[in-house]
């Protein structure tokens, strides 16, 4: 007996829609069934590059569809293939990062779980453009079900000749391996991720060298995020032209929105990126407003480690640009929301915990800094805070602030930063008067 | 040998897929904490003897990866999100919950070794919150009542 809940989605919207892919078939049980990703046009993509295209054309294609990476950082998927030494003569590697951990994200996983032939589909191409013949998914260690079935869709793919030697009397040979983390958050980090897939510690390396030079095995690496591999397939299908025409002019395409917190209807819902963050808290067909009709409190856009937007700046359009404007950041589209009753205070409590559980240890500030963060925060959180904590936090904040090797350091620090910087009242409050402004009591 | 045969084949498929065998150490505990529902040192060893890598490398490894108990567990190992997805959703009160109805504390086992309790980082569940992990499977969207029924199941089939 198992309480897997099927997550929300639009699918239905994106069935009958010209402009959504991604979610077109995940409500459909058979779709991850070889027969009927291929019935609905499942790899042909595959076949129609490896027939007709050069990897420079597959390359030239993704960079002008726009495609940006959705992992969080947003740089450009076909840029990014084109850093790939053209002349070297050691293995390339493809990696689909689907180390999916940071918090208030389950996006990738739907994709595994519905549609994971489209995953495998777009390794396909990435792996062909780059030059690659062993190509790896690195799911995180928790994610046993889902590394179960892609372990299943890859047998299908090799005995239906979408992998192997020779694929489509093509010439071209390309295998996978589908590999399982340890559950460490850092592993989504790609150097870190190269780390572990060499059988060490998750620990971030220094770049340069970059992976696309010298990354698994000092060999020449790719890793890309579920979401973007799963999209180049529809890339390939429909053109460059019409994925650009999607979207706004620098962030193009659609883009998967995992809703979470205090919202009615929770789930993931894939969009045109430059789609309103109100619309998708507050429509019936997305969020349906806030939980027992309680008032905003605030909204984490991107993730857990994107800085927090007030109630009067959620009238933002969810595309890159918009939201650095707006003082945040698009991240892995993990929008939290936030309700009246929660203590802010509490709120970074748990964030903080989490990064230092998750810090590598590594780099001295990111080790020490997050944990000495979490101690203050926990005793402002208890009624034991002192005068003078709140600058202790923001200094540190500023010392762990760009001085790590990984991005982590920097995501431990965001929203602690925004929080305080829109709700350092709530803090001096619970400095002053040992308890909360408001109590967050959640009951399940 | 701590490994079963079938344990210790499935650590050789891995191996053989891998162009380089140091690879295989996460699948290998993996396969291992599948089996023993934790690590330690004695299974270390036989994993070094299988995949050709010092057992000191592997509990290197091993021993920065959290998902890996190292230490017995109970027969149901539950772990509950306490992330921020979930906190908003009730995790604390779910936590306190289960304290109750086991009769633990987080982080201790049951006395009749049925049940561990401990709170985890979070677990890509976000939008089915609040939600506990027990063994490799996930329970989602959680009430008292879901509760309830999922440890009466497990006493009923332990």
Same mark, same amino acid.
């Given at each position: 007996?198992?309480?897997?809940?099927?997550?929300?989605?639009?699918?239905?919207?994106?069935?009958?829609?010209?402009?959504?892919?991604?979610?077109?078939?995940?409500?459909?049980?058979?779709?991850?069934?070889?027969?009927?990703?291929?019935?609905?046009?499942?790899?042909?993509?595959?076949?129609?590059?490896?027939?007709?295209?050069?990897?420079?054309?597959?390359?030239?294609? !993704?960079?002008?569809?726009?495609?940006?990476?959705?992992?969080?950082?947003?740089?450009?998927?076909?840029?990014?293939?084109?850093?790939?030494?053209?002349?070297?003569?050691?293995?390339?590697?493809?990696?689909?990062?689907?180390?999916?951990?940071?918090?208030?994200?389950?996006?990738?996983?739907?994709?595994?779980?519905?549609?994971?032939?489209?995953? $495998?589909?777009?390794?396909?191409?990435?792996?062909?453009?780059?030059?690659?013949?062993?190509?790896?998914?690195?799911?995180?260690?928790?994610?046993?079900?889902?590394?179960?079935?892609?372990?299943?869709?890859?047998?299908?793919?090799?005995?239906?000749?979408?992998?192997?030697?020779?694929?489509?009397?093509?010439?071209?040979?390309?295998?996978?391996?589908?590999?399982?983390?340890?559950?460490?958050?850092?592993?989504?980090?790609?150097?870190?991720?190269?780390?572990?897939?060499?059988?060490?510690?998750?620990?971030?390396?220094?770049?340069?060298?970059?992976?696309?030079?010298?990354?698994?095995?000092?060999?020449?690496?790719?890793?890309?995020?579920?979401?973007?591999?799963?999209?180049?397939?529809?890339?390939?299908?429909?053109?460059?032209?019409?994925?650009?025409?999607?979207?706004?002019?620098?962030?193009?395409?659609?883009?998967?929105?995992?809703?979470?917190?205090? !919202?009615?209807?929770?789930?993931?819902?894939?969009?045109?990126?430059?789609?309103?963050?109100?619309?998708? $808290?507050?429509?019936?067909?997305?969020?349906?407003?806030?939980?027992?009709?309680?008032?905003?409190?605030?909204?984490?856009?991107?993730?857990?480690?994107?800085?927090?937007?007030?109630?009067?700046?959620?009238?933002?359009?969810?595309?890159?640009?918009?939201?650095?404007?707006?003082?945040?950041?698009?991240?892995?589209?993990? !929008?939290?929301?936030?309700?009246?009753?929660?203590?802010?205070?509490?709120?970074?409590?748990?964030?903080?915990?989490?990064?230092?559980?998750?810090?590598?240890?590594?780099?001295?500030?990111?080790?020490?800094?997050?944990?000495?963060?979490?101690?203050?925060?926990?005793?402002?959180?208890?009624?034991?805070?002192?005068?003078?904590?709140?600058?202790?936090?923001?200094?540190?904040?500023?010392?762990?602030?760009?001085?790590?090797?990984?991005?982590?350091?920097?995501?431990?620090?965001?929203?602690?930063?925004?929080?305080?910087?829109?709700?350092?009242?709530?803090?001096?409050?619970?400095?002053?008067?040992?308890?909360?402004?408001?109590?967050?009591?959640?009951?399940? | 040998?701590?490994?079963?045969?079938?344990?210790?084949?499935?650590?050789?498929?891995?191996?053989?897929?891998?162009?380089?065998?140091?690879?295989?150490?996460?699948?290998?505990?993996?396969?291992?904490?599948?089996?023993?529902?934790?690590?330690?040192?004695?299974?270390?060893?036989?994993?070094?003897?299988?995949?050709?890598?010092?057992?000191?490398?592997?509990?290197?490894?091993?021993?920065?990866?959290? @998902?890996?108990?190292?230490?017995?567990?109970?027969?149901?190992?539950?772990?509950?999100?306490?992330?921020?997805?979930?906190?908003?959703?009730?995790?604390?009160?779910?936590?306190?919950?289960?304290?109750?109805?086991?009769?633990?504390?987080?982080?201790?086992? =049951?006395?009749?070794?049925?049940?561990?309790?401990?709170?985890?980082?979070?677990?890509?569940?976000?939008? =089915?919150?609040?939600? @506990?992990?027990?063994?490799?499977?996930?329970?989602?969207?959680?009430?008292?009542?879901?509760?309830?029924?999922?440890?009466?199941?497990?006493?009923?089939?332990?």
């Amino acid at each position: 007996m198992t309480f897997y809940s099927p997550v929300i989605t639009n699918a239905k919207e994106a069935a009958e829609s010209e402009k959504l892919h991604l979610f077109k078939y995940v409500e459909d049980p058979d779709q991850p069934k070889v027969e009927t990703y291929e019935m609905h046009g499942g790899y042909q993509a595959w076949k129609k590059v490896l027939s007709t295209m050069s990897p420079a054309e597959v390359i030239e294609e !993704v960079k002008k569809s726009g495609l940006r990476g959705r992992g969080g950082a947003g740089f450009p998927t076909g840029v990014k293939w084109g850093f790939v030494p053209k002349d070297s003569t050691k293995p390339h590697y493809l990696i689909c990062n689907a180390d999916e951990s940071e918090p208030g994200t389950c996006k990738d996983r739907v994709l595994m779980e519905r549609d994971p032939h489209g995953i $495998i589909e777009g390794m396909a191409i990435g792996a062909y453009a780059i030059g690659c013949h062993l190509m790896f998914i690195y799911i995180r260690g928790e994610f046993g079900h889902c590394a179960e079935m892609m372990e299943k869709v890859k047998e299908e793919a090799y005995a239906r000749g979408h992998l192997g030697k020779n694929i489509y009397d093509s010439g071209y040979d390309l295998d996978m391996i589908v590999h399982t983390g340890g559950g460490a958050y850092i592993c989504g980090e790609e150097t870190s991720l190269l780390n572990s897939l060499e059988g060490e510690r998750g620990m971030s390396r220094i770049r340069p060298p970059f992976p696309a030079i010298a990354g698994l095995y000092a060999c020449p690496t790719i890793v890309n995020n579920v979401e973007s591999l799963a999209t180049v397939p529809h890339v390939i299908n429909r053109g460059a032209e019409w994925y650009s025409s999607l979207g706004t002019e620098k962030s193009t395409g659609t883009k998967i929105f995992s809703l979470s917190g205090h !919202v009615n209807r929770p789930g993931n819902y894939e969009v045109e990126l430059g789609f309103s963050l109100k619309k998708l $808290i507050y429509d019936p067909a997305y969020g349906n407003g806030i939980r027992g009709d309680r008032k905003l409190k605030g909204v984490i856009p991107g993730g857990s480690s994107t800085p927090f937007l007030t109630p009067d700046m959620i009238d933002v359009k969810l595309d890159y640009e918009s939201l650095v404007e707006a003082g945040s950041m698009l991240g892995s589209g993990a !929008v939290i929301v936030f309700n009246e009753d929660t203590c802010i205070v509490w709120a970074i409590k748990k964030l903080i915990h989490f990064y230092r559980h998750e810090s590598c240890g590594k780099c001295t500030p990111c080790r020490e800094g997050t944990g000495w963060l979490e101690k203050i925060i926990s005793r402002i959180e208890a009624g034991q805070g002192r005068p003078g904590d709140i600058e202790k936090i923001e200094e540190l904040c500023e010392n762990i602030m760009g001085h790590t090797v990984c991005p982590l350091g920097d995501a431990a620090v965001m929203p602690i930063q925004s929080a305080i910087k829109h709700w350092r009242d709530e803090w001096q409050y619970h400095i002053d008067q040992k308890k909360c402004l408001v109590k967050s009591e959640f009951a399940f | 040998m701590i490994l079963t045969p079938e344990s210790v084949q499935r650590i050789k498929d891995k191996l053989a897929q891998y162009p380089q065998r140091k690879s295989a150490v996460l699948p290998a505990l993996t396969v291992a904490y599948r089996q023993m529902g934790h690590l330690n040192d004695d299974v270390y060893r036989e994993i070094s003897q299988i995949i050709g890598v010092p057992t000191l490398e592997i509990a290197e490894a091993a021993t920065f990866y959290t @998902m890996f108990p190292k230490q017995p567990v109970g027969k149901y190992l539950i772990q509950v999100c306490h992330n921020i997805s979930c906190s908003l959703m009730g995790a604390d009160s779910l936590v306190a919950y289960l304290e109750d109805k086991l009769g633990i504390k987080k982080g201790d086992t =049951t006395l009749d070794g049925l049940f561990t309790l401990i709170c985890v980082e979070c677990l890509g569940s976000c939008a =089915t919150a609040p939600m @506990m992990q027990i063994n490799h499977d996930y329970y989602e969207n959680l009430t008292p009542e879901k509760v309830d029924a999922i440890l009466q199941q497990l006493r009923s089939e332990a």
